[in-house]
């Protein structure tokens, strides 16, 4: 019994001996010619906790500048212009629309021209003139109430000229805006559409004017006719002199 206690007790002193750490096991002197190597192993924990945190801040600095260039390329995008322009397609179709309204027949879309026109043409008829005048006149009125008319019509087979062009502008600008690749674009592609708008909102004013113009010959004509009308009563009411009797000779020659 002693002998099996004190194997024990034996091994149980070695084991401790073996598990205590490598920092307390006694230092063994070398000689001078030999060097040893220390292992300190709360020295290497910090040196790798330290490398860690180093390149955990060379990540950050990494995900920064992939930031930074994808806000760049952002950027970029919107700054980006549009490679579509309908300027020139609308300015053509306005210049066209311009270009009818400035050729009107006879009485043009001028202030003053209308009232030169309404009190030389338009007015009260004269008591003076002759029947010829007053044939001449109710002629020359009839000659712009027909002009105007087709003015009217000429302004709107222009209009309608501009809307197979209109109509593809407008696809293309649509398409245009739902593929921007930025704000500036989408912008751009707004704005061509707004003036789009503006240039047939254009189109229909002349249409309205050239219109309004003929409606208006034509009812100033019927006003100068109808005071024709009353004038030449007028004269045919008012007592002449009448039959005066004359000498007639047959035969001029005295035969």
Do not use: K
């Not at 091994?11 to 750490?21: D, F, Q």
């Not at 254009?202 to 309004?212: E, I, K, P, Y």
């Not at 208006?216 to 007592?239: I, K, M, V």
Request: charged share 15%; glycine share 6%; aromatic share 4%.
């Amino acid at each position: 019994m002693t002998d099996r206690r004190s194997c024990s007790r034996a091994v149980l002193l070695a084991g401790a001996v073996l598990a205590l750490p490598l920092s307390l096991s006694p230092v063994m002197v070398a000689p001078a010619s030999a060097q040893w190597v220390v292992y300190d192993p709360t020295n290497y924990a910090q040196n790798v906790l330290q490398a860690a945190r180093a390149l955990q801040q060379v990540n950050n600095q990494i995900t920064s500048l992939q930031n930074e260039a994808q806000s760049l390329i952002n950027q970029a995008r919107n700054l980006a212009s549009l490679p579509h322009s309908s300027l020139q397609q609308i300015q053509q179709s306005v210049q066209r629309t311009q270009a009818l309204l400035t050729e009107a027949q006879n009485i043009a879309f001028d202030v003053q021209q209308v009232d030169r026109a309404f009190q030389s043409t338009y007015g009260n008829a004269s008591i003076s003139a002759s029947d010829r005048e007053l044939v001449a006149g109710a002629r020359e009125r009839w000659q712009n109430t027909v002009g105007g008319l087709q003015d009217a019509m000429r302004v709107q087979a222009g209009v309608v000229g501009n809307i197979d062009t209109n109509r593809a502008e407008m696809s293309a600008l649509v398409g245009r805006s739902q593929g921007a690749s930025g704000a500036l674009q989408a912008t751009q592609a707004g704005n061509q559409l707004l003036a789009l708008q503006a240039q047939q909102l254009a189109d229909l004013t002349a249409v309205v004017a050239a219109n309004g113009r003929a409606d208006a010959l034509t009812a100033a004509e019927r006003s100068a006719a109808a005071e024709q009308g009353r004038e030449q009563r007028r004269r045919f009411l008012t007592p002449g002199s009448g039959y005066q009797p004359g000498s007639a000779r047959m035969f001029p020659n005295g035969n």
